[in-house]
């Protein structure tokens, strides 16, 4: 083999190594020790974790907010709509997993987004779908949407209580699974502290 082309040999060797030990370590390591359960099949590790976009929503009294009234909690950022049909779907399940988890340490914040319906018919949109658990979000001039880049419906991010973007999905989840509960508590439980 010629130097030039065992060099290269090498060099392509090296660089395989690299990426298959960096991806082994995987994002979720640092996130409680496991990945996701399987049932959260779309649910998908963000490379890097950057900060969460700088994004803002209303709330049911048109109080203007943002990720910062959130911070120390992991939030998982639901972007849906009422005419989306998987959004309707997994709109029960993310009620149920706000109940199971522990407020103090969870939030699941709905944004409904690309439509101007007031807080009232939002309100009774998520009554009429079993979601009424849930508080009413409403990205009012689209920022939500345009800083997550959410080109499908639903878009889920979760955030750590850092404020860093963790992982998204794209589509509808069972996220009230008894597996996804179990994962996203442990996944807020803090660590415990080292001697």
């Not at 910062?68 to 005419?83: E, H, I, P, S």
């Not at 989840?173 to 597996?179: L, V």
Request: hydrophobic share 45%; proline share 8%; glycine share 8%.
């Amino acid at each position: 083999m010629k130097p030039r082309m065992r060099l290269l040999a090498i060099t392509a060797g090296c660089g395989v190594i690299a990426v298959t030990v960096l991806y082994g370590i995987g994002v979720w390591d640092v996130h409680a020790g496991v990945r996701p359960p399987s049932v959260l099949n779309r649910l998908q590790a963000t490379p890097s974790q950057p900060p969460a976009p700088q994004i803002g929503f209303v709330d049911a009294a048109g109080k203007k907010m943002t990720l910062a009234d959130f911070k120390g909690r992991y939030v998982l950022v639901n972007l849906w709509a009422t005419w989306c049909g998987p959004c309707i779907n997994e709109l029960p399940e993310l009620a149920r997993l706000q109940r199971a988890l522990p407020k103090d340490r969870f939030v699941v914040a709905p944004v409904d987004v690309l439509e101007r319906l007031d807080a009232d018919r939002l309100r009774d949109f998520l009554q009429m779908h079993s979601a009424d658990g849930l508080p009413v979000y409403i990205d009012s001039d689209r920022r939500t949407q345009q800083g997550f880049v959410a080109n499908e419906l639903p878009l889920t991010v979760l955030i750590d209580r850092n404020g860093h973007e963790v992982a998204r999905a794209t589509g509808g989840q069972h996220w009230a699974d008894p597996a996804s509960v179990a994962w996203m508590k442990a996944l807020s439980t803090p660590a415990a502290p080292t001697r």
